[in-house]
């Protein structure tokens, strides 16, 4: 309130004296208000009266009203800032209990009117025309912050205005006053007009809305303030999108262009999100194969370079085994690759044979390998059949893992074989990892 009396001051001092004209003063546009009694339980804001009014507008009706505070946001223009031109046909208090001098309707309208210090004020009314059913005056000053009335502030049926209110006015600030207007029978409610009277002469009212306050600047918000005043506050064009630059151009107004997150850096996904701007998160360059391994150049992008040894080209250090004499033979592995060119370790992972570990023709002796767990395989040199009824070989299924000294492996298979015999031709014929070599079958 403090501010806003500064700013009207400002605009309105004079330098005569008291002698000013009336229209050297100014007041807000009338404001209008439903009341703090309209509430989800009371949507038509009526209320019972305390009283047994004999009069429409009886000064009792008012003990149940109360003023809504002067910054409650649900302060709105009325229908006209000048003169108020209020109505609603037909009367709300046609639904009450009781339609006539039991219930009332009360509507409030304000307005704010600035005195300079230099102005004495001799009279101060409010005149009405076309009101239904009664009024009453509140003064707002510094003198009664917390707002009076006077037997004269009251105008009741018929009415044409108060009483002279101006010993309670103040010069050299702004006044609130306030309507408390009551619609106490079922008819209509109306208040056509009301206008502040100083000395003689209507206050008006300053600006009537933006458009007399346009200063062409497509940049600024044009608006007339609660004193009647023009201001041109710097317009905002932050449109809550923080993926967009905002700026604003006299002529064109307002710009919001999506703004780029291109970081130039190939690690990234650039993104952006409305709440927090530009987001750039780190690229995943894993391709799903544990045998590679995936970096990032900014300039480049991803690569991924081959780690783990090779196995497919792998083959036992011993081809063939002869004799079948039941003796263990030490198989190894070789041709194990590395992309690096380093040495895998071998271990032994688990030996199969295509033939019975204990069977006619192998010695009965088993089981028939050893070594999982090592580099090395042992595996014994025998075979099934008999003279009668020969076999067609044995063969070893040797599986491994190699492992390089930065811990990427390769898995593999190796065989070694067992012939029946050294005839011309003799071969091995594979029948598949069917026995554990190390389990006695």
Not at 106 to 116: E, G, K, L, W
């Amino acid at each position: 309130m403090k501010l806003l009396v500064l700013s009207l001051l400002s605009a309105l001092a004079l330098g005569a004296g008291a002698s000013a004209p009336a229209w050297a003063q100014s007041r807000t546009p009338w404001q209008m208000h439903d009341g703090l009694e309209v509430t989800p339980s009371n949507p038509l804001g009526l209320l019972q009266f305390s009283c047994n009014p004999t009069r429409h507008g009886d000064i009792c009706e008012y003990a149940v009203a109360t003023i809504p505070p002067g910054t409650d946001p649900a302060w709105r223009p009325a229908p006209d800032g000048d003169v108020i031109n209020f109505s609603v046909i037909p009367s709300r208090v046609c639904q009450a209990p009781v339609t006539c001098w039991r219930y009332g309707d009360f509507t409030y309208f304000q307005t704010y009117v600035d005195i300079p210090a230099n102005v004495v004020v001799t009279a101060f009314t409010i005149a009405f025309n076309g009101m239904d059913d009664g009024s009453r005056i509140t003064l707002f000053n510094s003198l009664y912050p917390g707002g009076l009335v006077i037997p004269g502030s009251y105008v009741y049926l018929g009415g044409s205005g108060t009483t002279n209110l101006a010993p309670y006015v103040v010069s050299g600030e702004v006044n609130r006053v306030v309507i408390t207007q009551v619609d106490d029978c079922c008819y209509h409610n109306v208040l056509r007009s009301a206008v502040v009277v100083l000395n003689g002469q209507v206050v008006q009212t300053g600006c009537s809305g933006p458009a007399s306050c346009d200063d062409g600047n497509a940049c600024t918000d044009d608006v007339c303030q609660a004193d009647g005043s023009c201001s041109n506050p710097a317009r905002s064009c932050d449109d809550g999108d923080a993926c967009t630059a905002d700026s604003c151009n006299p002529t064109t107004g307002c710009a919001n262009v999506a703004v780029s997150c291109d970081d130039a850096n190939l690690c990234t996904w650039d993104s952006c999100d409305p709440g927090q701007g530009c987001v750039h998160a780190a690229v995943s360059c894993d391709d799903g194969n544990a045998c590679t391994l995936d970096t990032c150049d900014p300039a480049l992008g991803c690569s991924s370079t081959d780690q783990c040894p090779d196995c497919r080209l792998a083959a036992a250090t011993v081809a063939s085994i002869w004799p079948p004499n039941h003796s263990a033979v030490a198989v190894g592995v070789q041709g194990v690759e590395d992309p690096q060119g380093q040495v895998p370790a071998i271990r032994i992972d688990a030996i199969f044979q295509d033939e019975p570990t204990d069977t006619t023709g192998d010695g009965r002796s088993c089981p028939d390998a050893a070594g999982v767990g090592t580099e090395t395989a042992w595996v014994r040199a025998e075979r099934s059949g008999t003279r009668k009824v020969p076999g067609d070989g044995r063969v070893y299924h040797i599986v491994f893992t190699a492992t390089d000294p930065d811990g990427y492996t390769c898995s593999g298979e190796v065989t070694t074989c067992v012939p029946h015999d050294q005839g011309d031709g003799s071969q091995c014929i594979d029948q598949g990892p069917v026995y554990d070599s190390l389990v006695c079958e």
